[in-house]
């Protein structure tokens, strides 16, 4: 199974302050298509997830820009340029090149 | 738009079985893989299984947990046999495609206590 490990576990952050958030995989993420399945997801205090990030920098519709993903192969980067008291909750990275689907540990971030 | 209406969740003793269901509405739903993800109080996110044409389960519910639809219900199913407590949890099905979990619904919780 690839291993999808997030660092940090947590963070605390001061609205209109940058955050970021790693991600890494055991494996490349990289599929013979050219595709990177690398997929980060926000679960709001009681919500279900919500896609933010497709496809390590993609933007799913509706997500504000100060949402940005980034990296390659098996590093990925998620970066908030402005957080938001919208934005608390855990976030997690996910995989999709190969069944089963793995999740990060999640990253948890909440407001200062 | 999109709706997934997860049911059948509830409170049920060690070595017993339960059924779940999803409801789709909102698209063409024998066009779409189906998955179940499940969430352990307080704790992160676990795939479970997918069906489209085929069938992938997680190893820790092989054998135990089966997945199915009804394309003409637009319903998809999780039988869970032999439930165990670490099976306690708030299970989620997500559309596949054309992004990955583009779409889920709000979970029912099971509960597996005497």
């Known amino acids: 199974d690839v291993v999808m490990t997030q660092t940090p576990l947590s963070l605390s952050v001061t609205p209109g302050q940058p955050a970021s958030i790693s991600c890494k995989s055991s494996q490349s993420l990289l599929y013979s298509d050219g595709k990177t399945y690398l997929y980060w997801y926000l679960q709001k205090p009681g919500q279900s997830p919500q896609l933010l990030i497709y496809?390590?920098?993609n933007r799913f519709s509706g997500v504000p820009d100060r949402f940005s993903g980034s990296g390659s192969g098996t590093d990925f980067t998620l970066r908030i340029s402005r957080v938001e008291a919208e934005d608390v909750g855990v976030y997690y990275c996910?995989?999709?090149?190969?069944?089963?689907?793995?999740f990060g540990g999640g990253t948890k971030v909440e407001i200062k | 738009q999109v709706h997934l209406v997860e049911s059948g969740g509830g409170v049920v003793q060690p070595g017993r079985s339960l059924r779940l269901s999803c409801a789709a509405s909102g698209f063409t739903f024998s066009n779409y893989a189906m998955h179940w993800v499940r969430q352990a109080p307080g704790q992160g996110l676990e795939w479970m299984a997918v069906?489209?044409?085929?069938?992938y389960y997680a190893d820790s519910v092989k054998g135990r947990f089966s997945i199915s639809r009804d394309n003409s219900k637009n319903t998809v199913y999780m039988q869970m046999n032999s439930l165990r407590a670490e099976d306690t949890a708030v299970y989620y099905c997500?559309?596949?495609?054309?992004?990955?979990?583009?779409?889920w619904g709000r979970g029912t919780l099971v509960t597996v206590s005497s």
């Open positions: 496809e390590v920098s």
């Open positions: 996910m995989q999709s090149i190969q069944l089963p689907v793995t």
């Open positions: 997500a559309r596949e495609g054309p992004r990955y979990f583009e779409y």
């Open positions: 069906i489209s044409s085929n069938k």
